[in-house]
């Protein structure tokens, strides 16, 4: 069973006084283990895909199911549920909880999905071992890097165990040294761990990394390297 | 607040322990017009029946009654008191407030103690005398000189022109007045809240007198009192109303500052209900914060002033035309901090709903990016 199914998702904005059609009638298909990174120009929907399949954001008219439950149909209490169980966000500007420290910020998502203190302890090590920062675990996120944070970011992503990890442009404010040390962390665990990766990006190192490119303009699949590998 | 619970505390204090006392009994109709034959025939044993109830502090029959002060150069309207001197001294403290001469004493015939405001009109001093015009109980017109002895400063100037102090012997002997009986008598409590259950309790015991509490017999204070109690539910009531307002400006801010932080937690997959709760919750503890701060500010600075005192001399005469002291010594009670607290909580979360709803109804995809 594919992790996502996006079935003819259409989004359109009408707040504006010219409607928006941010999506036009998309339809994809991820299974677990992909590291797909979404293309496009400004505005051709990338963001706008990542939230739909985030339960962020309801389509205008489609589906997005995740592992056979469709969430577009979902109450929002139950949605907010869905989301802390299944998916891991990564967010451009870290955002990060300042007052806490990166141990805190990881074990948060743990406690609201009411792990054990053990548990959650266990999985943090785990994890910033992994991230290769063992030793910041009590440091606050503002006397880290930028690449620290957007690590930290991603363990705590990954602190829930979701099905798949979206990250909406991910590596836009870290450096090339920081980028690649990033790509490289989340290649190994996609690797290792067979965790899917759905990025948006502009950034062609993280299209250089990636198994899997979808390339959008205007709301619409215009390139799916899928399709062309299995053409 | 408390400067305004000082003064009228004070002004209370000052009317029941110099003027008043808490109770008075007097012969019905005696007060419409100072008749001096409505009098109280067996004061001495209606005193000695008060005397016996724990809660009287202490007792003092007088004969008052209207009568012209003259000098050479002037007279006057006034207030006679012909008191016994000890039990006077017992139920007020005007002895306390003789800035000139003395309250008595030396057992001297024909004494008077006057008021400063009196003795100012009637260019008098210690030694001087006064020449008293009186009527006597069988309605002829006597003159009598007295020698002012003391000249008293209370907080009320109406009270300082127009009432004097006789022995009563004095008086008794002038006016033909019966030895056992008295105009009023002035009932001293050991505590101000006993004062309407001994009243009533003497209404019963005494049904052909008047009995009246402090509140009727200073009907202005009792007034006043209540005015500065409305106003101060005003003055709290605008406060508070600022108070809230300035709650929500500063969650909001807050909450605006942290939209970033609350789109991820609302992402990542936080219950607006938590969310909710955590707007509510800081709103609450930083207000008690404040609260706690600003209740320390207030108890020290209250403590500070009530015990040294605030002067108004400046404004003396105003202030004494209306009965109030000077020195002001600010007070408030236990009760009205813990209501503040109270209210101050209520306020918080009355306050915090519109930030706290504003953070949950936020778009967590937009808010996540800044938006």
């Known amino acids: ?231 | 607040m408390a400067f305004m619970n000082g003064m009228t505390q004070q002004q209370i204090y000052s009317a029941i322990h110099t003027e008043t006392g808490h109770i008075q009994i007097n012969a019905k109709g005696f007060l419409l017009n100072y008749d001096i034959l409505h009098l109280i025939p067996n004061a001495d044993s209606i005193e000695g029946v008060i005397e016996k109830n724990d809660e009287v502090a202490a007792v003092s029959p007088r004969i008052q009654m209207t009568a012209m002060a003259s000098t050479a150069g002037t007279s006057t309207g006034v207030m006679i008191n012909a008191v016994d001197v000890k039990k006077q001294k017992a139920v007020s403290d005007l002895y306390q407030s003789v800035v000139r001469g003395t309250y008595f004493g030396d057992e001297k015939t024909n004494s008077i103690v006057i008021g400063q405001q009196l003795a100012d009109k009637l260019h008098v001093n210690v030694h001087s005398r006064i020449v008293m015009t009186l009527q006597t109980v069988e309605g002829d017109i006597t003159y009598a000189a007295f020698t002012v002895v003391g000249i008293f400063r209370t907080h009320n100037s109406d009270f300082d022109k127009q009432q004097v102090f006789v022995q009563k012997k004095d008086l008794q002997q002038l006016i033909n007045f019966p030895p056992h009986a008295a105009s009023l008598i002035t009932i001293l409590l050991k505590k101000t809240e006993d004062t309407k259950k001994l009243k009533e309790k003497f209404e019963s015991e005494f049904p052909s007198l008047q009995v009246q509490g402090w509140e009727k017999l200073s009907p202005m204070i009792q007034v006043m009192s209540s005015t500065v109690d409305q106003m101060a539910l005003i003055f709290v009531g605008i406060i508070l109303i600022a108070l809230a307002f300035g709650i929500i400006n500063t969650m909001l801010m807050a909450v605006l500052d942290r939209t970033r932080e609350i789109g991820m937690l609302l992402c990542i997959g936080m219950k607006p209900s938590k969310v909710f709760r955590m707007v509510m919750l800081e709103t609450v503890f930083m207000s008690l914060t404040g609260a706690a701060c600003g209740l320390l500010l207030s108890i020290g600075t209250i403590k500070y002033f009530h015990h040294s005192g605030i002067d108004l001399s400046k404004l003396g005469e105003g202030a004494n035309a209306l009965g109030y002291s000077t020195m002001v010594y600010p007070a408030l009670g236990l009760g009205f901090y813990v209501e503040l607290v109270i209210l101050v909580i209520v306020i918080a979360m009355i306050g915090g709903l519109f930030p706290a709803l504003r953070a949950i109804r936020m778009n967590p995809a937009e808010a996540v990016r800044g938006e």
């Open chain 1, 1 to 231: 069973m594919p992790v996502i199914e996006v079935k003819k998702i259409t989004k359109t904005y009408t707040e504006t006084v010219v409607p928006v059609h941010a999506l036009n009638g998309i339809n994809l298909t991820f299974e677990r283990g992909e590291f797909t990174a979404i293309v496009g120009p400004s505005g051709c929907g990338k963001t706008t895909l990542l939230n739909m399949m985030g339960g962020l954001d309801k389509p205008t008219s489609g589906e997005v199911i995740i592992e056979g439950t469709d969430i577009t149909r979902m109450p929002a209490g139950k949605l907010v549920d869905f989301r802390l169980h299944n998916i891991g966000f990564v967010f451009q500007s870290y955002n990060l909880i300042p007052v806490l420290t990166v141990e805190e910020n990881v074990e948060f998502i743990m406690e609201l999905q009411h792990r054990s203190k053990n548990e959650t302890h266990n999985r943090v090590t785990q994890l910033m071992e992994a991230m290769g920062l063992p030793d910041k675990l009590a440091v606050k996120p503002k006397y880290l890097s930028g690449g620290q944070q957007q690590r930290v970011a991603v363990a705590r992503a990954l602190a829930s165990k979701p099905k798949f990890i979206l990250a909406d442009e991910p590596t836009a404010n870290l450096d090339s040294v920081s980028t690649s040390a990033l790509l490289d962390l989340m290649a190994n665990l996609n690797e290792k761990e067979n965790t899917t990766f759905i990025f948006s990006t502009h950034d062609q190192r993280v299209v250089d990394k990636a198994k899997r490119v979808i390339t959008l303009e205007d709301g619409k699949v215009i390139g799916d390297s899928n399709l062309i590998s299995k053409q």
